[in-house]
């Protein structure tokens, strides 16, 4: 398969590449002080990186297309994917999800202050990416604005506590309310837009709101934020940081339990074929009488809900928030666990917020490639599968007995 | 005095600015949209890389101790061929693997395709503001109006209005630009008369990515100043600009960004500049309401 054709071939691309990097990768200017530093060595790191690359490039596309041929052959067999198989048995998955459970409920015991802030961030994570996933995954919107309904949810939860005192377990439910009032008053005019003007439109309004947090001062005290938001409590029991961080722990566990079973339900359910249906073919569907707008409106209220509420908690668990944590880049973090995980998958979604929110934590050295490798993962992700790792488990029904 | 006419030149002028460089900016956007209707997230990067790539040879001559006029056009000459090869191989890269996937898939690409070349020359150079020499000298007979107007301000107007007329010239007279427009009108028929598809949609992206990197030179060198950051705006900007123009619509994308260019010096004027990005985006979500096809844009119903 490596012949004499293929290394020419990626010793050109390796040789393109050095000459595209050169001035920005090997050049460095201080216009300040009129200095140039140049870093020779970058130049060895992006021919012999590119030179490797290009194989692997054109592996993977080639596997691609074999692929797609294979599966347009062979349509009627049934190949199970791993997931399926997984799903599939009884036998494995029931002891499966108790070994998780159980993992769940030792992890704050076990791990330490520090680990499990930091699983508390995935989780919010994993109810930012299913409530994405509503909108993005199952009816085929893409928001780039979602970062917007979290920050309604978490200055929700801010401003209500700092005027009238309101306590957390009022502010949910309203945070709640509020992201799906904002998704509704959002969705209702740019609905009708088609797909990428909707996601340019949905990024503006992401960009309206947190820009209207930081200037308008009287209202969301602008740049510096709002700070001593409380921790959630119960009535009665006052908890020091320690029990309550595993409160919020446990607090999340049972939220995304919750917002799994009902995104699971919704998807089997009548609103959710037609999210899927419209997501396929919009045309189609509404040749068959489906209510486009209506559909639209409850997966963006939908998805905006489980936003909002994850904001009032993420304020209740850093008890500080600013406009800082609702840039577009937020939005697209949440879009590239989706992306990763697989669109529509409940599974992939928990996959790729675990994958993307642990593993900066735990290779800090890496931290600083963080968005660069986030790219990265879209780009290649949509090139070479666009089902996302773990992909959604397609419905199919099969009529036994005609093939044979 | 509430009414000052000096002041409302002023604005005019500096509406007129970036209402050039817009124009330069969503050129690339609507002649890519134009021709494969996807929204190339990663032009503003483009015009960024360009101005970049200028101030690196304008840094590394002027230390070598070339003279400002010089350093201008080579500065310049580099950072049009580096754009153009970075838009090429964009497109190579990110968008041709996806020519046939849904929609989706290439916005998301582009997506992260932006990301990735903001964070690309984030580490590779600097996160902090990088002061952009002043390469354009000042011009001797606009001293007079010295107080209104800049000879960089002269430069922005006259070189955009010479792109403008190369470009027309190229799409409307030579070969490649009727190769364009078919292929922009019908892909497949394109291919059946002969037309190298392929070929089309690289030298649209070099053209596109060119008039980009021209913008950033010349905004660089305006402002003086630049980050990596400068990208993201300005191409939302420019698309906002596409946008209201009529997307794949060349005289509506300049049309549009002067527009922009104007409402937004005027209000930034006049009334308050906190909100000046906001106000971008809402007059973007308005038109797309009411008018999504643009102002000189065709609006087209959607088939079967």
């Given at each position: 398969?490596?012949?004499?054709?293929e290394?020419?071939?990626?010793?050109?691309?390796?040789?393109?590449?050095?000459?595209?990097?050169?001035?920005?990768?090997?050049?460095?200017v201080?216009?300040?002080?009129?200095?140039?530093?140049?870093?020779?060595?970058?130049?060895?790191?992006?021919?012999?990186?590119?030179?490797?690359?290009?194989?692997?490039?054109?592996?993977?596309?080639?596997?691609?297309?074999?692929?797609?041929?294979?599966?347009?052959?062979?349509?009627?067999?049934?190949?199970?994917?791993?997931?399926?198989?997984?799903?599939g048995?009884?036998?494995?998955?029931?002891p499966?999800l108790?070994?998780?459970?159980?993992?769940?409920?030792a992890?704050?015991?076990?791990?330490?202050?520090?680990?499990?802030?930091?699983?508390?961030?995935?989780?919010?994570?994993?109810?930012?990416?299913?409530?994405?996933?509503?909108?993005?995954?199952?009816?085929g919107?893409?928001?780039?604005?979602?970062?917007?309904?979290?920050?309604?949810?978490?200055?929700?939860?801010?401003?209500?506590?700092?005027?009238f005192?309101?306590?957390?377990?009022?502010?949910?439910?309203?945070?709640?309310?509020?992201?799906?009032?904002?998704?509704?008053?959002?969705?209702?005019?740019?609905?009708?837009?088609?797909?990428?003007?909707?996601a340019?439109?949905?990024?503006?309004?992401?960009?309206?709101?947190?820009?209207?947090?930081?200037?308008?001062?009287?209202?969301?005290?602008?740049?510096s934020?709002?700070?001593?938001?409380?921790?959630?409590?119960?009535?009665?029991?006052?908890?020091?940081?320690?029990?309550?961080?595993?409160f919020?722990?446990?607090?999340?566990?049972?939220?995304?339990?919750?917002?799994?079973?009902?995104?699971?339900r919704?998807?089997?359910?009548?609103?959710?074929?037609?999210?899927?249906?419209l997501?396929?073919?919009?045309?189609?569907?509404?040749a068959?009488?489906?209510?486009r707008?209506?559909?639209?409106?409850?997966?963006?209220a939908?998805?905006?809900?489980?936003?909002?509420?994850?904001?009032?908690?993420?304020?209740?668990?850093?008890?500080?928030?600013?406009?800082?944590?609702?840039?577009?880049?937020?939005?697209?973090?949440?879009?590239?666990?989706?992306?990763?995980?697989?669109?529509?998958?409940i599974?992939?979604?928990?996959?790729?917020?675990?994958?993307?929110?642990?593993?900066?934590?735990?290779?800090?050295?890496?931290?600083?490639?963080?968005m660069?490798?986030?790219?990265?993962?879209?780009?290649?992700?949509?090139?070479?599968?666009?089902?996302?790792i773990?992909?959604?488990?397609?419905?199919?029904?099969?009529?036994?007995?005609?093939?044979? | 005095?509430?009414?000052?006419?000096?002041?409302?030149?002023?604005?005019?002028?500096?509406?007129?600015?970036?209402?050039?460089?817009?124009a330069?900016?969503?050129?690339?956007?609507?002649?890519?949209?134009?021709?494969?209707?996807?929204?190339?997230?990663?032009?503003?990067?483009?015009?960024?890389?360009?101005?970049?790539?200028?101030?690196?040879?304008?840094?590394?001559?002027?230390?070598?101790?070339?003279?400002?006029?010089?350093?201008?056009?080579?500065?310049?000459?580099v950072?049009?061929?580096?754009?153009?090869?970075?838009?090429?191989?964009?497109?190579?890269?990110?968008?041709?693997?996806?020519?046939?996937?849904?929609?989706?898939?290439?916005?998301?690409?582009?997506?992260?395709?932006?990301l990735?070349?903001?964070?690309?020359?984030l580490?590779a150079?600097?996160?902090?503001?990088?002061?952009?020499?002043?390469l354009?000298?000042?011009f001797?007979?606009?001293?007079?109006?010295?107080?209104?107007?800049?000879?960089?301000?002269?430069?922005?107007?006259?070189?955009?209005?010479?792109?403008?007329?190369?470009?027309?010239?190229?799409?409307k007279?030579?070969?490649?630009?009727?190769?364009?427009?078919?292929?922009?009108?019908?892909?497949?028929?394109?291919?059946?008369?002969?037309?190298?598809?392929?070929?089309?949609?690289?030298v649209?992206?070099?053209?596109?990515?060119?008039?980009?990197?021209?913008?950033?030179?010349?905004?660089a060198?305006?402002?003086?100043?630049?980050?990596?950051?400068?990208?993201?705006?300005?191409?939302?900007?420019?698309?906002v600009?596409?946008?209201?123009?009529?997307?794949?619509?060349?005289?509506?994308?300049?049309?549009?960004?002067?527009?922009?260019?104007?409402?937004?010096?005027?209000?930034?004027?006049?009334i308050?500049?906190?909100?000046?990005?906001?106000?971008?985006?809402?007059?973007?979500?308005?038109?797309?309401?009411?008018?999504?096809?643009?102002?000189?844009?065709?609006?087209?119903?959607?088939?079967?």
């Open positions: 398969m490596i012949n004499l054709a290394i020419k071939k990626s010793f050109l691309i390796s040789l393109w590449f050095v000459f595209l990097t050169f001035p920005i990768m090997v050049i460095r201080n216009t300040i002080y009129d200095r140039v530093e140049w870093r020779w060595e970058n130049m060895l790191f992006v021919g012999v990186g590119s030179f490797f690359f290009s194989f692997i490039w054109r592996y993977l596309l080639r596997r691609k297309e074999l692929g797609s041929k294979n599966s347009q052959a062979e349509e009627t067999q049934d190949r199970m994917t791993l997931n399926q198989r997984i799903m048995d009884r036998r494995i998955y029931l499966l108790a070994a998780i459970l159980v993992f769940a409920a992890y704050p015991f076990v791990f330490s202050m520090y680990q499990t802030n930091i699983m508390i961030n995935a989780l919010i994570y994993i109810m930012l990416g299913l409530g994405i996933n509503i909108v993005v995954g199952l009816a919107l893409l928001d780039l604005g979602y970062v917007a309904f979290y920050a309604v949810g978490a200055y929700t939860y801010a401003l209500l506590n700092y005027h005192g309101l306590g957390f377990w009022l502010a949910l439910p309203m945070g709640a309310a509020m992201g799906a009032l904002f998704g509704i008053l959002l969705g209702y005019p740019v609905l009708r837009l088609r797909g990428d003007y909707l340019i439109v949905t990024l503006g309004f992401g960009e309206i709101i947190r820009l209207v947090l930081e200037n308008w001062n009287q209202f969301s005290f602008g740049p934020g709002i700070a001593n938001i409380p921790r959630p409590s119960l009535p009665g029991i006052k908890m020091n940081l320690e029990q309550s961080t595993i919020i722990y446990f607090l999340m566990i049972v939220l995304v339990i919750f917002t799994i079973f009902v995104v699971n919704l998807k089997d359910s009548r609103i959710g074929r037609a999210w899927i249906a997501r396929e073919d919009e045309v189609a569907c509404q068959m009488g489906i209510d707008t209506k559909t639209k409106l409850t997966a963006f939908l998805g905006a809900t489980w936003a909002g509420m994850a904001g009032v908690l993420f304020a209740a668990k850093t008890t500080f928030i600013n406009p800082a944590s609702f840039t577009i880049w937020e939005s697209i973090n949440i879009l590239c666990i989706v992306v990763l995980g697989g669109m529509g998958s599974v992939g979604v928990i996959f790729g917020a675990l994958v993307l929110i642990l593993l900066p934590e735990y290779l800090r050295a890496f931290s600083e490639y963080r660069l490798l986030f790219g990265f993962i879209l780009v290649t992700m949509m090139v070479f599968r666009p089902g996302g773990i992909s959604e488990v397609r419905r199919t029904y099969k009529f036994k007995g005609l093939n044979e | 005095m509430f009414w000052d006419f000096d002041y409302f030149v002023e604005l005019f002028l500096a509406g007129l600015t970036r209402g050039s460089i817009y330069l900016i969503a050129l690339g956007y609507t002649m890519v949209y134009g021709i494969i209707q996807l929204i190339n997230f990663a032009h503003g990067e483009i015009y960024m890389i360009g101005a970049f790539t200028a101030l690196i040879v304008t840094g590394v001559l002027t230390l070598m101790g070339w003279n400002s006029v010089a350093i201008l056009f080579i500065a310049a000459a950072a049009l061929i580096y754009s153009a090869a970075y838009g090429y191989t964009l497109e190579k890269i990110a968008y041709k693997p996806l020519r046939k996937a849904p929609r989706l898939s290439a916005l998301i690409s582009a997506i992260g395709m932006s990735f070349l903001q964070n690309y020359v580490l150079q600097t996160s902090d503001f990088l002061p952009f020499p002043a354009i000298p000042d001797k007979w606009l001293e007079p109006w010295e107080h209104i107007v800049r000879s960089s301000q002269v430069v922005i107007f006259s070189t955009t209005a010479i792109v403008m007329v190369l470009l027309t010239f190229l799409i007279f030579t070969r490649t630009g009727k190769a364009m427009r078919a292929v922009s009108q019908d892909k497949e028929m394109a291919m059946l008369v002969g037309i190298d598809v392929n070929r089309v949609i690289s649209t992206f070099i053209v596109g990515s060119t008039t980009a990197a021209i913008g950033g030179v010349l905004i060198s305006h402002i003086g100043q630049i980050n990596f950051y400068i990208g993201f705006i300005a191409g939302i900007k420019a698309f600009a596409a946008v209201l123009g009529g997307i794949g619509s060349i005289p509506g994308a300049v049309l549009g960004s002067l527009v922009l260019g104007w409402t937004e010096s005027f209000f930034t004027g006049y308050s500049s906190d909100y000046e990005d906001v106000f971008a985006f809402l007059f973007l979500v308005f038109i797309l309401i009411f008018r999504p096809s643009g102002i000189l844009g065709r609006s087209e119903s959607e088939k079967v």
